[in-house]
Every structure is written in structure tokens, then in C-alpha cells.
């Protein structure tokens, strides 16, 4: 009873106390949120639609809408044909791109079902979403129903900007012709050929139209296909949609009869096939805890969709398909290192041929210039690929890439006055300038991973080259730590840097194997880390929740042997993953309003830090000098209670290890566990050590084996253990699952959104834009675009001095002063200018100036106006500007003057060399 004691309160202090508080809250969201469905941490959380090499994703927005870059499908139902609504998704089998959403209004659930697919089964082929709506009659009568499907540009919230691949035209055509929407000259989405047709919502299609005159903005469903009728009890009906990644030229008539005739069953069985076919090829893994068990393969399905093409065909592995479509080495040798510990050998392999295009002529190993955190990692992520495959032949092949690796090594620490990787200002993670503490724990465990090659390969004067500078670096090491530190302070982000964000420095005993696990330095570290950088159970960066650098430190835990810190730690995680347990990076206010902001999940980065610590939980290895001598494979580190319930069992099918694949089953009775361990060695361990779950007391353990060494909380056994059978007392009190932990963190924010509003404050409401009536529309569409906002510069003319990519100089004058991607971009040098022919002389007397704004920035400009276009006049002068920029622009009033040229000539840009205009309005004078 006393361990559940501590485990409640330590828990409860995590997710309730915190450690980090900010100064105020300034928005909590209203906990009604997490009345229904499954929860989901973030308010606006997203999930994702792709293909493992594919060059683009679908974001399933937290509203419940399927949006590409270039348009959105959209839902409503009910008779009143509300907007859908829906923050809780599923996934198939629990970890399938295959994504569901189910609301139930008038004893009808309407269900929304989502995939992505080629329709040749081929990554890099064309792509299409396809979705189905059905509607089940689930009450107890006959009821009537509603739904409808439309396409829009975008809302523009939490939609990911980095996935634009293009504008909004409000004088856009269109047609709803042969049962798909042509918008413009492109077909953006099909449809069956059920149901009715209309326009926009309640306007019944007749033929083409102009987004202008029916009021379309960019959030306005258009060509809408709406489904009514009646359902008898347990009746459904369902009409499915097909949505094409890119918009198709209406020349392509191959592909839009291809898309017509695509089987929306057929291609969802083709998904299955393929999600399968993947997950097949690695470990078959079994825990005893729904959550946990669907996370870990949702999580590396999250890893998978992140891979995309280069431009010579090879994988780079990426974080995701938004605003982190991009390759760096250090996130890619953990994601790649996932694979293979879970058994994906083939993947990761794949993955690893790009891994030699990122060595520099002189050794290094970086992503981009003057960035040292990917040197260690990729010495790693292709030596240990090698040793967890026991393929010799692969240590061959890359072992030429270590030696000129080693040799930058040696020169640049020759050259730096400590002796260590050198100096360097890229901050990203640390945010420091100076020598970095992970930078050098990289770099060691990069050289033990040459130097074990070395010795694998029998390359002796190499292997004694690399043990003479992996010992020549640790010293130096050591000596700028103490220097640092003292003798058993917490290991700091910078060695000779003040300040900075914790993240190199946690990783010292995992998966460096530098630092010992009970090393004063760790365990000075760990504290501090539970005294100053907590909250909501899990580590804040510069003061906001981040989610996966809880893992960094939690690693820490699991070789210390501290089962319940690892645990509290790992459900914590868990607590703020998204219904279809996606994880996010950081920029949350702990407490707040669970809104990261443009930081959208999935996060492929996190979700292989969170799939590595449970696989450490499961098994891992120790000892042997970090490999170079022989190793212990460790067993069930860390159990849950929920796990160890009698009559159930966990199964580990094929784990990849350095000693080659092991795997091991528990059976759970009421007085212990029997488990069966299969060991398909390559190198045989020194030892198997299996951990006793802290939930239980242990009171004798058999084995087929001998001998055996039975200590408080584990059991060493010889390598040719093949079962185990234990007798323990479980202590049935403690309790801690995910559901748990979840529901503890629910109380909790729910206690303080009302002490909250009890001080004055307004609760945040998560809502999506409703399908308008014509009444509705009109009146948004003036608010934006009618005459007396617009100005009368709207389609005129325009001349420029330059363009810089897609966003040509109409962009500044198409009346659209609401977002940032409807702008006139035009690069370096300044001064770059803008000019407008009214095509006739104006009494003008106001001007309305929209530069780009965010990132804090501010413009300089002059507004001039001309007659005859050669002799100016200035009327707005803002090239002392230092004001940041708003969304409201700026408006500038003067005495009415005859005009028919406006010219805006930008100066000076605070953030970048390019300029950028998002509207010049023009009023004529009353």
C-alpha cells in the first residue's frame, strides 16, 4: 500500500501541482471539449493522410475536414446541415490511415470515413482522398436524415500554411458537371451521382457560375452535394466523394475517368493491403493495454507517412509532410533507429542510402552548414544498422565513410581550445552559442560505433586509432564537466555557454552510454529537471510544454531501474497525444489553451522518441562498455500494473537487438508470470536479465536453465534461457494506466477552467465555420469585398519592378486583404515598387496599405499618386516606419487629389531582404 501511496501523489503532483508556471493564463479552453470521444490533448490537434514515400500528406483538420493545399472537402449534417464538428477521430484497426469521425444528431449517426491512396498503388504517383458519408438510422423509430459534402479554399484555422499551393480567386468559375466540380479550369473533386446538387448551400445548381456572384469567400462550401430522405430503424445509407490531391487539368481526360470509375471498397481494401503489408514486416507485438498497444503502430505509421522522395528517387526521412517536410540527420538516425529496434530492417535500410550525399568532402556528417548535431548520429544510426542486422557485409560498405569522419574529428578538437567538438552558433535545441554538451556525447557514441565496427571487421591500427581518440575525447569531456558543474551538478546544455534549453545534456546515458546511470551528474540532472522544468507531468521548453523531450530525460529513469518515475512519465505522454495519438512538438502554455499554434502534429520526430522509450521498457541492452565488450539483453524493464493482470499476456515477436532478434512472451496468472524467450542470436549475450514489475514482490522464480541469480527487482539468467516462471504477490491497489491518467488530468483542468472564470475569465470555444445562408453569404462577402471596403483599385491594371515566385502582382489588388498567401512577393535589392492605372483620372483621398505581417516584423514605404504617370505626388510616408505590422494594416487620409497611377515603393523589410504586399487599397473621395 505505502508504493501506492507515493505512485497517487507523485502522480497528482505532476499532473496537478506542476512545476513551471507562467506569469498569468491568458485562455483556457472551455473542458466541455472532453465531454465525448476519445481524448485529445491539443484543442485543434490534426492527423494526416499519406503513403510511405509519397511527396505530399492530406491534413485531417481537428474540425474534421480534408484539406490538401489547394482545397478543402468539407461536411454538415442534419436537416439543418450544421458543420461538422468533430475534434475525436479513430483510426482502422486502431492504427490505420484510415480515419473515422462519428457524430450523432436526432438518433442518426453520421459517420465520415477518409484514406489516401494512387490509384496505381504507387507512392509517387498521383494521389486521391477518398472519403464516404453514412447515415444509420441508431434510434428506435423511423427518423429522418440530412448530410451534404462541399469544397472550399480554406478557413484559414489551423490550416498548415507551408501546405498552400496557391490563392484564393473570388472570380473564380464553377461548373458541377458530369458529376465532379470543376473550379476554374481544374477538377477539384467527384462525387456519386445520387443526391441533389446545389450551388452553394440552398441554392440548387443550374449551370456555371462565378464565385463572385454567389457571395463565395474562402471558408464557403461550393458545390455542395447534399442527401435527404428517411431511414427505418438500423437503416443506412451511404454516398462516397473522391478528391484528387492536385487539382486535374479538364485536358486530362485519362485521369478524371480513371478517378470517375475508382471503386471506393476496392481501394479501401488496397489501403489495408498496403498499411499491412508494411506492418508485417517487422516485430509482431502484443501489449495488454489497448492504448498503449495502438499508439506504439500508430506512431510508426506516423514515421512511415513522413518519408518522401529526394530528387534522385532515394528516401529522406522526414518529421511530417506539413511544416516539417524536411530532412535533418539528427531526427532521422532516431526515427531510423526506431525502425530498426521494432524490427523494420528493410525500412530503415532504405532509408540509410542517402545517409552518404551528407558527408562533406572533409568528413563531416550535417544536414546544413555549420550545424554539429548530426556528425555523432549518423557515425550511429549506419554502424548500429549493421550490428542489429549482423550484416557484415553492410559494415563494409559503410565502414569507408568513418574513417575521413574521424579524421574531421580529430582535426577540429586538435584545433579547439578544450579539446571538444568544436564551437558553433546554429542554437536550434540548446539555444546557445558555444560548445555543446549533446554535440560531444554525440560525437563519443559515434566514435564507440566506428570503433566497434572496426573491431568487427578486424581493422586492428583503425580500432586502436578510435579508441585512442573515443579515450583522448571522454577525458575532455569530463574535465570541461567538472569545470562546469562541479563534482555532481546537474550536466548543463552548454559547456561554456550560460543559460540555454536542456536537451543534449539529458541524453548522456541514453543513447550515449557516456555517463553511468547512477553518475552524480545524472542524478543532479534528473532532479533539477523535476524541480524547474515540469508541468502537466511532462518537460516545458523556454517555458511551454514539449512533448517528446520528456523522453530524453525519462530514458535516464529506465537504466536506473526507476519503474514508477518511467511510467508516470510514459502515460504523461500519452496524455497529451490526439485522439489518433498523435504527438506535437512544444509552444503549449502549460494549462492554458492546449493550442500549439502553427507547431501542427503529427511530429514523426516524437512520435520515434516515444516508440524508442517503449521499446527500452520492453528490452533493451546494457553493459559491455557501451558495446564493445559483450552485452546483457534486459527484459520487461519496466511493466505497467495494467499489464501484469492475471490471464493476460504481452507478446514480443522478433525484436531487433545488437545481439540479433530475440522473442519473448508473458503469461500472467494470479501468483506470478511464465515467459517464453527465443533468441535468435548473432552474438550471444553475457546475460538475460528480466526485471520484476514494481507492482509486484517476488518470491521465487525456475528456470530451464542454470545458473540463476535472483536480486530484489530482477533476475540474471545465461543466454540459453528459454523459459522463466515466477511467483510474486501483486500489489492489486496500485493502479496506473492510461485511462487514469487521463482522467486525473480532465479533473484537473476542468478545476482550474472554473476557478478561471470565477476570476473574471472567458473560456475559449473550439468552433469551424458554419455553412451560411444566401443572406449569410451576402453579408460576409460586403464585409470583405463590397466597394467601400475594397476600393475601387480591385482588378485595375498593375505594373511592377520585379516578382519573386508564384505570387504575381494581381495578388495586391484582387481585394483580398485577409491573407497572407494572397500577396505580391518580389526579392532583394530594395527599393521595389508597385504601380496602379486607375484607367482613368479619380478624386481619391484615402489609401489603404496591407504589408505581410507576422514574425514580428515591420515595412518602410512611400505611397505616391500621378495624373499623367511621370510627375509625383507623396502621399504617404512610412520610411521612418518602425511599427510592427498587424493584420489591419495601415490606412493613410489626406485631402483629396486627382489621381490616376498609385504607386507603393517598398524600402525596407525587417525580417528578410524580399518585400511583400499583401493589398494597396484605393477609395475614391466622397
Wanted: glycine share 8%.
Amino acid at each position: 500500500m505505502r508504493r501506492c501511496i507515493l505512485m497517487v501523489c507523485s502522480l497528482l503532483y505532476l499532473l496537478v501541482g506542476g512545476m513551471v508556471k507562467a506569469d498569468s493564463t491568458p485562455v483556457m479552453v472551455d473542458p466541455a471539449i472532453d465531454d465525448s470521444g476519445r481524448f485529445s490533448y491539443l484543442a485543434k490537434s490534426s492527423t494526416s493522410l499519406s503513403m510511405m514515400g509519397s511527396e505530399r500528406a492530406c491534413q485531417v483538420t481537428f474540425d474534421g475536414s480534408l484539406y490538401t493545399g489547394w482545397a478543402e472537402l468539407c461536411f454538415a449534417y442534419g436537416l439543418d446541415y450544421k458543420a461538422v464538428m468533430n475534434r475525436s477521430k479513430r483510426l482502422f484497426d486502431g492504427w490505420m490511415p484510415i480515419v473515422s469521425m462519428v457524430q450523432v444528431k436526432d438518433g442518426i449517426a453520421y459517420e465520415v470515413e477518409a484514406f489516401y491512396m494512387t490509384l496505381d498503388g504507387k507512392p509517387e504517383s498521383r494521389a486521391v482522398v477518398f472519403a464516404k458519408i453514412t447515415a444509420k438510422n441508431v434510434s428506435t423509430e423511423v427518423k429522418p436524415f440530412g448530410f451534404a459534402a462541399g469544397l472550399r479554399f480554406n478557413t484559414g484555422d489551423h490550416r498548415i500554411v507551408e501546405m498552400n499551393q496557391g490563392w484564393f480567386d473570388v472570380n473564380w468559375s464553377y461548373e458541377m458537371a458530369n458529376d465532379y466540380l470543376i473550379r476554374g479550369d481544374k477538377v477539384v473533386y467527384f462525387f456519386d451521382s445520387n443526391g441533389k446538387k446545389e450551388a452553394v448551400l440552398g441554392d440548387k445548381y443550374h449551370d456555371m457560375f462565378s464565385g463572385k456572384a454567389k457571395h463565395i469567400l474562402e471558408d464557403t462550401p461550393v458545390g455542395v452535394k447534399k442527401h435527404e430522405g428517411t431511414l427505418e430503424v438500423g437503416e443506412e445509407i451511404s454516398t462516397t466523394f473522391k478528391m484528387p490531391l492536385e487539382p486535374i487539368g479538364i485536358e486530362d481526360i485519362g485521369f478524371i475517368s480513371a478517378i470517375k470509375s475508382a471503386n471506393y471498397d476496392e481501394y479501401k481494401e488496397q489501403t489495408i493491403r498496403y498499411w499491412n503489408g508494411l506492418k508485417n514486416q517487422g516485430a509482431q507485438v502484443f501489449i495488454p493495454e489497448e492504448a498503449v498497444n495502438d499508439a506504439r503502430m500508430t506512431n510508426l505509421m506516423y514515421t512511415w507517412q513522413a518519408v518522401y522522395p529526394k530528387d534522385n528517387g532515394k528516401w529522406l526521412q522526414g518529421v511530417n509532410k506539413f511544416q516539417y517536410k524536411g530532412f535533418w540527420l539528427r531526427d532521422a538516425a532516431y526515427i531510423i533507429h526506431s525502425d530498426d529496434v521494432w524490427g523494420y530492417h528493410e525500412i530503415a535500410r532504405k532509408l540509410l542510402d542517402v545517409m552518404p550525399e551528407y558527408q562533406g568532402v572533409n568528413g563531416l556528417f550535417y544536414t546544413y552548414a555549420n550545424q554539429l548535431d548530426g556528425f555523432g548520429q549518423a557515425l550511429y544510426v549506419l554502424a548500429n544498422h549493421a550490428i542489429v542486422t549482423g550484416d557484415k557485409e553492410y559494415a563494409e560498405k559503410i565502414y569507408p565513410m568513418f574513417i575521413p569522419a574521424l579524421d574531421w574529428l580529430k582535426k577540429v578538437s586538435a584545433e579547439d581550445d578544450f579539446g571538444l567538438m568544436p564551437f558553433t552558433d546554429v542554437g536550434d535545441n540548446e539555444a546557445i552559442r558555444g560548445h555543446f554538451t549533446g554535440h560531444n556525447f554525440w560525437a563519443l557514441l559515434g566514435i564507440r560505433s566506428a570503433w566497434r565496427i572496426a573491431n568487427w571487421l578486424r581493422e586492428d591500427e583503425d580500432a586502436k586509432v578510435f579508441e585512442a581518440e573515443y579515450k583522448r575525447l571522454y577525458d575532455a569531456l569530463m574535465i570541461a564537466i567538472e569545470k562546469k558543474s562541479g563534482s555532481d551538478g546537474a550536466l548543463t546544455p552548454g559547456l561554456d555557454a550560460e543559460g540555454g534549453q536542456d536537451w543534449g545534456n539529458l541524453i548522456g546515458v541514453f543513447p550515449a552510454e557516456v555517463m553511468k546511470p547512477w553518475d552524480k551528474h545524472v542524478g543532479a540532472t534528473l532532479a533539477k529537471m523535476h524541480a524547474e522544468k515540469f508541468d502537466e507531468g511532462v518537460m516545458t521548453y523556454m517555458g511551454t510544454i514539449h512533448h517528446y523531450l520528456t523522453v530524453k530525460e525519462a530514458q535516464s529513469h529506465i537504466f536506473r531501474d526507476e519503474q514508477l518515475e518511467t511510467l508516470e512519465h510514459f502515460y504523461a505522454i500519452m496524455a497529451h497525444m490526439g485522439s489518433t495519438w498523435e504527438m506535437f512538438e512544444w509552444n503549449v502554455e502549460p494549462w492554458s489553451s492546449r493550442d500549439a499554434f502553427v507547431n501542427y502534429p503529427p511530429h514523426g520526430w516524437g512520435s520515434a522518441m516515444f516508440n524508442l522509450m517503449l521499446r527500452n521498457m520492453l528490452i533493451h541492452e546494457r553493459g559491455g562498455e557501451g558495446g564493445l565488450g559483450q552485452r546483457e539483453i534486459h527484459i520487461g524493464a519496466v511493466l505497467s500494473p495494467e499489464w501484469i493482470k492475471a490471464g493476460q499476456k504481452l507478446v514480443f515477436k522478433n525484436a531487433g537487438t545488437e545481439c540479433g532478434p530475440v522473442s519473448f512472451e508473458y503469461t500472467f496468472k494470479e501468483d506470478g508470470a511464465e515467459v517464453l524467450i527465443d533468441g535468435d542470436w548473432h552474438t550471444e549475450p553475457r546475460n538475460v536479465v528480466i526485471h520484476v514489475p514494481f507492482a509486484a514482490k517476488l518470491k521465487s522464480v525456475t528456470a530451464d536453465c542454470a545458473p540463476i541469480r535472483m536480486l530484489v527487482d530482477k533476475v540474471v539468467l545465461p543466454a540459453d534461457v528459454k523459459k522463466v516462471v515466477f511467483k510474486w504477490d501483486v500489489d492489486k491497489s496500485i493502479v496506473l494506466n492510461y485511462q487514469e491518467t487521463i482522467d486525473a488530468y480532465k479533473q484537473t483542468y476542468r478545476e482550474k477552467a472554473e476557478e478561471f472564470v470565477k476570476e473574471g475569465g472567458e473560456l475559449m470555444q473550439v468552433t469551424t465555420p458554419a455553412w451560411l445562408d444566401t443572406e449569410g453569404r451576402e453579408a460576409a462577402f460586403n464585409k470583405l469585398y463590397g466597394k467601400e471596403i475594397v476600393g475601387i483599385a480591385v482588378g485595375k491594371p498593375v505594373k511592377i519592378s520585379g516578382i519573386e515566385g508564384s505570387h504575381p502582382a494581381q495578388l495586391a489588388v484582387d481585394g483580398n486583404a485577409h491573407s497572407l498567401m494572397s500577396s505580391w512577393w518580389v526579392g532583394p535589392p530594395a527599393p521595389q515598387w508597385l504601380e496602379i492605372d486607375l484607367e482613368e483620372v479619380k478624386s481619391i483621398d484615402r489609401v489603404h496599405v496591407y504589408p505581410y505581417w507576422g514574425g514580428n516584423r515591420y515595412y518602410q514605404y512611400q505611397v505616391e499618386v500621378s495624373v499623367d504617370g511621370e510627375t509625383w505626388n507623396v502621399i504617404a510616408d512610412m520610411s521612418q516606419n518602425t511599427k510592427i505590422e498587424t493584420p489591419r494594416g495601415r490606412e493613410h487620409r489626406f485631402d483629396s487629389i486627382d489621381a490616376r497611377y498609385v504607386k507603393i515603393t517598398m524600402l525596407y523589410n525587417s525580417s528578410n531582404p524580399s518585400m511583400h504586399l499583401v493589398e494597396l487599397r484605393v477609395f475614391e473621395a466622397k
